[in-house]
């Protein structure tokens, strides 16, 4: 049964240590605590995107240090993503600067990227923009197991943030992703300078969709120099760790991923998000175009934390409660 907004409202303001307490008895009621789900990203296509995300490096409009890159070939991403398999990550996610895809020979090439990844026993994961159901339905046939697109932010604050799509073009393509039968990953940006209403918004949104995404990232801005929300002041990490133990409580059944900006986070800061409920990170040296912390870093800081990179498709889709 997903909450109200009042609900979720009076989570957020719980006062921090009993909010990340009551998050972290949820947690350990749905996941294993000792399991962090490793995701591996891959730009396979970088910048001269037509779209204007306020926060986005590789919109085209602005003038950031990132450079364009036509399409990867599935030979680089399948050398890529063996190495990310050696290095412990479950799930591959490749991303493009694209605003939605088209049906031509970049998509069928990213299908056979799919196919490959899934060959390797690794759960594959894509973030290509807009699809069609008839597009979703090729990426599940090619063995796509979830689909990365984003909420960001609150329906009211969306137009602030974004307008060359609505919140409704989104929501439509979750729902082609769903009715394909490809998991869901949805969540979303803080540090954008959103009023606190808008996160509670947003969460609303995600945990009211039916079913709720089985993955929400949580990511806090990484200001870019170009971009048009470059001078926006970091997100402090009580930030952080209060809007993962909400997401924690009002979509208990989802992996939370600790996703962009942990580079400004300390291993205690991300230790508080761990016990609030994250279950999943980006690990490699690279988000998409920005900087993440060095693996080697993470795996050090699983090893100080008790942490274990989870195996692949050990998460069936709307888990049940697992035995304490
Ligand atoms: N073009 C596709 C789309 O927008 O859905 C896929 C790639 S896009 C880069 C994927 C997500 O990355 C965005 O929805 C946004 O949430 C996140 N993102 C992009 N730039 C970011 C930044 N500077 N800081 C934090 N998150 C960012
Ligand atoms: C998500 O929510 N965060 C990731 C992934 N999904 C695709 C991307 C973060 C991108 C950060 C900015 C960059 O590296 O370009
Ligand atoms: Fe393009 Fe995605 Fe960046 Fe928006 S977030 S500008 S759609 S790559």
């Known amino acids: 049964m997903s909450m109200n907004r009042e609900q979720i409202e009076s989570v957020y303001h719980t006062p921090l240590l009993e909010l990340v307490f009551r998050a972290a008895e949820i947690h350990r009621r749905f996941h294993d605590p000792s399991k962090v789900q490793v995701s591996s990203l891959i730009s396979i296509k970088t910048g001269g995107c037509p779209e204007d995300c306020g926060y986005c490096p590789q919109a085209a409009r602005y003038y950031t240090d990132v450079k364009v890159h ?160 470059e001078n926006q002041k970091p997100v402090e990490i009580w930030e952080m760790v209060r809007m993962v133990a909400t997401a924690r409580i009002v979509i208990p059944t989802a992996q939370i991923r600790l996703s962009a900006g942990r580079l400004n986070m300390s291993m205690e800061g991300q230790a508080l998000c761990f016990l609030a409920g994250a279950n999943s990170i980006f690990a490699g040296d690279k988000l998409l175009t920005t900087p993440n912390p060095e693996y080697n870093q993470d795996m050090e800081m699983f090893k100080i934390l008790g942490l274990k990179p989870e195996e692949a498709f050990s998460k069936k889709p709307h888990a049940e409660e697992v035995p304490r």
């Open 70 to 229: 036509k399409l990867m070939t599935v030979d680089e991403v399948d050398k890529l993503s063996e190495n990310a398999k050696k290095g412990g990550a479950s799930r591959m996610c490749l991303g493009a600067a694209w605003r939605e895809v088209r049906d031509n020979r970049d998509f069928d090439r990213v299908l056979e990227m799919v196919k490959t990844i899934n060959n390797k026993g690794m759960e594959a994961c894509c973030t290509l923009g807009m699809l069609t159901e008839e597009q979703a339905k090729k990426l599940a046939d090619a063995g796509l197991y979830a689909y990365n697109h984003n909420l960001d932010t609150s329906e009211e604050n969306y137009s602030s943030i974004i307008s060359t799509r609505t919140y409704d073009d989104r929501l439509k393509t979750i729902a082609n992703v769903r009715k394909a039968g490809i998991t869901v990953c949805s969540g979303g940006i803080i540090g954008m300078g959103e009023r606190t209403d808008d996160r509670i918004g947003m969460l609303h949104t995600l945990a009211n969709l039916n079913p709720p995404p089985e993955s929400v990232p949580i990511n806090a801005l990484v200001t870019v120099e170009g971009t048009p929300l």
